[in-house]
């Protein structure tokens, strides 16, 4: 694979972008507006100064993991793809619509990964025109430092797009596992759980947002209490999880509490927004 194409440039998108320039990907990423895609593109520019003023990198791979990475809001730009990996919102209908528009423009070499929390890969494959050549390519947040991806198989990802994704991430210096396409996949149908049960506990009054975090910190050495955590992956994002897994599982520990359902339309969705269970 030699060029690599990125849609959304939020959180997770700018993340991917970056390892996959990182690894000597020419790698293009895409993003609704110019000003959207701005902001992703400062957000990947601000961890690469970090990294040189912590000493993890140095100003000449800086400049030439930038000269690989360019942005576009054209999907047009994608044509010469061999992967695209889609990291927008989590929502079915909109993946849906992304895929057809990147469908328009690769050629039929070309694999589509998902990068989706929880949804059917299955489900999101069998809407594409190449079933055999999609997968999911689940990364964590914060990407450049996150060391797993799950790759994860769709009932119709063929055994080839499936080792060229496991192979894919490990080109990027992760460590893959390989997961089933079941909502959440490892990772997620146990934090998600945690985070949602946490949220529960403040609404029944256990502790506050502070003593519950240093509690779970301290107590367990979670680098982040379940409160940080959440306001770092997106309390909006948390909730379409939670809505998707409980609709897949019908269990009560994925149903999202009333609280988290009022921050969101509230518009508190966390750090990316200034504000969510702390202030920033
Ligand atoms: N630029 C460059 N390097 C950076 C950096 C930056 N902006 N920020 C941190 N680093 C480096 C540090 O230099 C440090 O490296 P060394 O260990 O070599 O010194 C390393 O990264 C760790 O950083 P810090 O020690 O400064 O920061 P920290 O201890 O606060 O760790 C963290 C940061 C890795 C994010 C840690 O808090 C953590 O692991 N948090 C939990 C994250 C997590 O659980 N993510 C999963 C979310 S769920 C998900 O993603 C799935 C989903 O579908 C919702
Ligand atoms: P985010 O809200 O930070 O970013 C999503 C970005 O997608 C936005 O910038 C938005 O403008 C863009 N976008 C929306 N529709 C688009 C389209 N049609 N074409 C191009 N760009 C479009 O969200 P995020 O946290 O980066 O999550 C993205 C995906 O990654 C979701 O499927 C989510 O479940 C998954 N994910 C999130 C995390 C996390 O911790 N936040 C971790 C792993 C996976």
Redesign the pocket.
């Known amino acids: 694979m030699k060029t690599i194409g990125v849609?959304?440039?939020?959180?997770?998108?700018a993340g991917i972008a970056q390892v996959s320039a990182a690894a000597g990907l020419r790698t293009i990423v895409?993003?609704?507006n110019e000003a959207?895609l701005a902001r992703?593109l400062g957000r990947i520019e601000k961890f690469l100064a970090t990294s040189v003023e912590k000493g993890k990198m140095t100003a000449d791979e800086k400049a030439r993991l930038l000269a690989n990475l360019s942005g576009t809001t054209a999907y047009a730009d994608l044509k010469d793809c061999d992967l695209v990996i889609e990291?927008?919102?989590?929502n079915v209908d909109?993946k849906r619509?992304?895929y057809a528009a990147v469908e328009a423009v690769v050629g039929p070499h070309c694999l589509l990964a998902?990068?989706?929390?929880?949804?059917c890969v299955t489900e999101l494959a069998a809407s594409t025109t190449r079933p055999d050549r999609f997968g999911g390519l689940?990364?964590?947040?914060p990407v450049p430092l996150m060391k797993l991806v799950e790759v994860i198989r769709a009932l119709t990802t063929s055994d080839a797009t499936h080792q060229a994704l496991f192979a894919f991430a490990q080109a990027l210096g992760k460590e893959p596992v390989t997961a089933p396409d079941r909502g959440g996949f490892i990772v997620n149908r146990l934090l998600i759980p945690y985070m949602l049960d946490a949220i529960r506990c403040l609404e029944g009054g256990l502790g506050t947002v502070e003593d519950i975090d240093t509690a779970m910190k301290l107590g367990c050495g979670h680098p982040m209490g379940p409160f940080t955590l959440t306001d770092?992956?997106?309390l909006?994002?948390t909730y379409?999880?939670a809505n998707i897994m409980f609709e897949e599982f019908r269990e009560a520990r994925f149903a999202p509490p009333p609280l988290l359902k009022r921050m969101v339309l509230a518009g508190h969705l966390g750090k990316?927004s200034g504000r969510g269970f702390y202030q920033y």
């Open positions: 849609l959304g440039c939020g959180l997770m998108g895409l993003e609704v959207v992703g990291a927008i919102v989590e909109v619509q992304a998902t990068n989706t929390s929880s949804l689940h990364f964590f947040n770092f992956v997106g909006d994002t379409f999880i990316k």
